[in-house]
T-cell receptor, first 111, second 112 residues
Framework: GEDVEQSLFLSVREGDSSVINCTYT??????LYWYKQEPGAGLQLLTYIFSNMDMKQDQRLTVLLNKKDKHLSLRIADTQTGDSAIYFCAGVSGSARQLTFGSGTQLTVLP | EAQVTQNPRYLITVTGKKLTVTCSQN?????MSWYRQDPGLGLRQIYYSMNVEVTDKGDVPEGYKVSRKEKRNFPLILESPSPNQTSLYFCASSYDSGSPLHFGNGTRLTVT
């Protein structure tokens, strides 16, 4: 099955860039996803990347995929206090082809 | 508005008192799933359902039951809750098992 790993915490200054990293084991996932969880809320789909792409940019968000190293990253440019949240990466794995989530990275944006 | 609705949002109960957390989606999704979220452990899947009358165990099914009698509803049942089931629970649905999941806002359960 899929094993998805993330570091638990990241702190950045407002205005700086944030980079959240994720490693995964199952390379058969067609899509890889990033979800955002704000305090007291459920997870919201933030962005995703198709497995045959190396990079996807969506406004302040850049997703990089290194298939050789099975490494996924999410870069947030000009990080704002509203970006403070938990970020989860997820990929599809297993015989039932379900989403498997990492443990989540708590991003704290300092003024 | 497309959404996944869980109820209640907060629940405090005592050990052994049966409870049900409801989940309903209005997107005609075939796939539904329950997760619990605990600090440092991320999301762990409890049960999932590929379609009506089809349910399967996830990673942490012990102490939980589910049913999928209708496409839109997927209730989570704790027959005899214990303190180690104190957690934040999320219901989610998607078009199929590999599609992006839509999450409810969560149910915070405390078992004393």
């Amino acid at each position: 099955g899929e094993d998805v790993e993330q570091s638990l915490f990241l702190s950045v200054r407002e205005g700086d860039s944030s980079v959240i990293n994720c490693t995964y084991t199952d390379s058969s996932s067609t899509y890889l996803y990033w979800y955002k969880q704000e305090p007291g809320a459920g997870l919201q789909l933030l962005t995703y990347i198709f497995s045959n792409m190396d990079m996807k940019q969506d406004q302040r968000l850049t997703v990089l995929l290194n298939k050789k190293d099975k490494h996924l990253s999410l870069r947030i440019a000009d990080t704002q206090t509203g970006d403070s949240a938990i970020y989860f990466c997820a990929g599809v794995s297993g015989s039932a082809r379900q989403l498997t989530f990492g443990s989540g990275t708590q991003l704290t944006v300092l003024p | 508005e497309a959404q996944v609705t869980q109820n209640p949002r907060y629940l405090i109960t005592v050990t052994g008192k049966k409870l049900t957390v409801t989940c309903s989606q209005n997107m005609n999704h075939e796939y539904m799933s329950w997760y619990r979220q605990d600090p440092g452990l991320g999301l762990r899947q409890i049960y999932y359902s590929m379609n009506v009358e089809v349910t399967d165990k996830g990673d942490v099914p012990e102490g939980y039951k589910v049913s999928r009698k209708e496409k839109r509803n997927f209730p989570l049942i704790l027959e005899s809750p214990s303190p180690n089931q104190t957690s934040l629970y999320f219901c989610a649905s998607s078009y199929d098992s590999g599609s992006p999941l839509h999450f409810g806002n969560g149910t915070r359960l405390t078992v004393t």
